[in-house]
């Protein structure tokens, strides 16, 4: 093909300038808009719904390609010179409202340009969101060499089981790279002390699951920001409505959207949502440009982990009404957790709310509920509604609370409006093996507790009768 671009291509490229600056706009607008006005609209608004037959919800697009109007308009579109969407793995309109909302969601109260890719899991999000950064090394030859050596990534093993095993056996076994756990990631020296010429990322996650593990966010993206590198935090358990990291400093955040954010659970999904303009040693400029634009239309178009239409029409759904229903069900969470920190079957509670919590001046720090106020000009401080916690009598005894259940739910799941238990050491964080899940801090004996939209005092009482066969 020639280089040289013919005048029915470029008549394309230029209505394509004119979409974009429309959809900028469209972005402008709702960037002005407070929190819950952007989760239940989205960029979807009145033009939008007019040029989709009048339909008040954002449609879902199950088709896997795009009908182009002639050769030219295709050439433009598929070279990504215009906006468009071509093929679902691609992108997808459908796909792209979720992403537009969960860019200015996870966006809100930063004081620059966000992007969002949206992916088919949380572990699709997670790995999009690393991979990119493990490339050989592509940086400005020096001394007549460059560096062949293995790269290697700073994280904390404070984290969900999939991100562990994507780590040591995908990244380390098979590929190599040097994993570099930090053992006390509330210790910003330690971090400090692993980084070297071939660090590439740092990786947190916070509140951790399952163990709520609170890590100062601000402290560790200077330090990242010292070496030119990413900070990328896994905000799943906080959601945007309590917890922005790129307000903090973060780079990119991943999301398990499957999790609190789709609280009906009907769908899986992923997102990574990265501010312009990040720090990184390797890569072209277009990664550090735009990460989650370039992660989307680079790696994940060769990777191929894109989410379905339908799943993100599930998310959109769901994204309506995030902020009321953190806020309730924190309410509720903070309600459980009190009840369980003087049961005496109960060893110890892990919930970052409790004012004995380790980490709760952080949790207090960076976990606020969006646009609250508590009378006296303070945002309200709320939790999230993961409460995890350790039974008395050890591994047998765990289990037959666990069994006693009656109200909560079985199920290695979190997010939910109904609640649910699981033992991460049995479940999500079974493949780790002991050595991993004493990096990780994951006691054999944990319940891990997903406090759901059933009034507190049911899910007490539920809880109250089963913790009556430990002991
Ligand atoms: C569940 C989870 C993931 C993985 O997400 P999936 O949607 O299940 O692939 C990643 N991080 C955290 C914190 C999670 O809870």
Request: net charge negative; aromatic share 8%; hydrophobic share 40%.
């Amino acid at each position: 093909m020639s280089d040289v671009v013919s005048s029915g291509v470029q008549a394309y490229i230029e209505r394509g300038k004119e979409l974009a600056a429309a959809e900028a706009h469209r972005r402008a607008t709702m960037r002005q808009m407070k929190f819950d006005t952007i989760a239940v609209h989205g960029i979807y608004g009145m033009e939008a719904a007019l040029a989709n037959q009048g339909s008040l919800n954002e449609p879902i697009y199950l088709s896997s390609a795009q009908h182009f109007e002639c050769s030219d308009h295709m050439e433009a579109a598929v070279s990504l010179q215009m906006p468009g969407w071509i093929y679902t793995r691609i992108a997808n309109p459908t796909v792209h409202y979720l992403e537009e909302t969960l860019a200015l969601m996870e966006g809100y109260g930063f004081d620059g340009e966000v992007s969002a890719y949206a992916a088919a899991s949380g572990m699709g999000a997670v790995f999009i969101a690393t991979s990119p950064f493990l490339m050989l090394d592509d940086s400005p030859i020096q001394n007549g060499h460059r560096s062949m050596a293995r790269p290697n990534l700073v994280a904390t093993p404070r984290c969900y089981g999939g991100t562990f095993m994507l780590f040591t056996e995908r990244y380390a076994k098979e590929r190599g790279v040097e994993v570099r756990w930090v053992p006390e990631p509330e210790n910003i020296d330690a971090w400090a002390a692993l980084i070297d010429d071939n660090t590439r990322f740092l990786y947190g996650e916070l509140p951790s699951n399952p163990t709520l593990n609170v890590i100062d966010i601000q402290a560790l993206a200077d330090l990242a920001h010292q070496h030119n590198l990413p900070l990328i935090v896994d905000s799943t358990v906080a959601t945007p409505a309590l917890l922005r990291p790129l307000c903090h400093g973060a780079d990119i955040v991943v999301h398990s959207v499957s999790k609190s954010m789709t609280v009906s659970g009907l769908g899986i999904a992923g997102a990574v949502v990265a501010r312009h303009n990040i720090p990184s040693r390797v890569g072209p400029d277009e990664l550090r440009e735009n990460f989650a634009l370039y992660a989307k239309v680079l790696p994940a178009r060769d990777f191929g982990p894109s989410i379905s239409p339908f799943n993100a029409m599930m998310t959109i759904n769901d994204l309506r009404t995030l902020r009321q229903r953190m806020d309730y069900i924190s309410h509720n969470a903070m309600q459980v957790a009190q009840f369980l920190d003087q049961h005496p079957n109960v060893e110890r509670v892990y919930y970052p709310g409790l004012a004995n919590a380790e980490g709760h001046h952080l949790a207090r720090r960076y976990m606020q509920l969006v646009d609250s106020n508590n009378g006296t000009g303070e945002a309200e401080h709320r939790y999230g509604h993961l409460v995890s916690f350790t039974v008395r009598g050890g591994v047998a005894a765990c289990r037959a609370v666990l069994d006693q259940f009656q109200l909560i739910m079985r199920a290695t799941d979190l997010g939910r409006i109904k609640s649910i238990a699981t033992i991460p050491a049995i479940s999500t964080h079974q493949q780790q093996g002991d050595g991993g899940r004493d990096l990780a801090g994951v006691p054999p004996h944990m319940i891990r507790l997903n406090v759901g939209g059933e009034h507190a005092a049911d899910v007490i009482a539920d809880l109250e009768q089963a913790l009556a066969v430990a002991g």
